[in-house]
């Protein structure tokens, strides 16, 4: 389903979903996540944290991002994510997907801008909530008023 609030190619559950999945989650690993301040990355993750979520920072490159010890793989961190965060070019979501299937996320979320419908089928198949092309940020300031 497409938010009508949503960008060009941006799908949706629904603002009832969104609120349930935002309520219900408590750690979400952030793929992509960059130690510069400047980064988007970073200023969502940032919010979310403040917001009171587990942030777990996916990024090979890093080690530590917000206090958070980071993983270089989904699949190399050692605790339940429920929802899956992604700051990656669209290519590079169908993998993610699949790693987020494997350690049994509830949701995968490709941030702002990216839309991979692969990437959407593999985590659908794979009994994952999609939302493509939205902002976690955004989303979560709108709907908490």
Not at 45 to 74: D, M, W
Not at 136 to 143: F, G, K, P, T
């Amino acid at each position: 389903m497409t938010s009508p609030h949503a960008e060009d190619g941006a799908v949706s559950p629904g603002d009832r979903h969104l609120r349930a999945l935002l309520a219900d989650a408590r750690t979400i690993a952030v793929v992509g996540l960059s130690s510069k301040p400047w980064r988007d990355s970073y200023r969502v993750a940032s919010y979310l944290q403040a917001a009171g979520y587990r942030i777990i920072p996916v990024n090979p490159k890093e080690t530590e991002v917000l206090g958070e010890r980071a993983y270089p793989a989904l699949t190399d961190v050692p605790e339940p994510v429920q929802v899956v965060d992604v700051f990656r070019r669209a290519e590079n979501t169908p993998e993610v997907a699949r790693q987020a299937v494997q350690v049994g996320a509830r949701a995968l979320w490709l941030q702002s801008g990216i839309v991979n419908q692969e990437a959407g089928r593999i985590a659908e198949n794979g009994g994952l909530s999609v939302i493509m092309g939205l902002c976690m940020m955004v989303e979560h300031d709108r709907l908490r008023s």
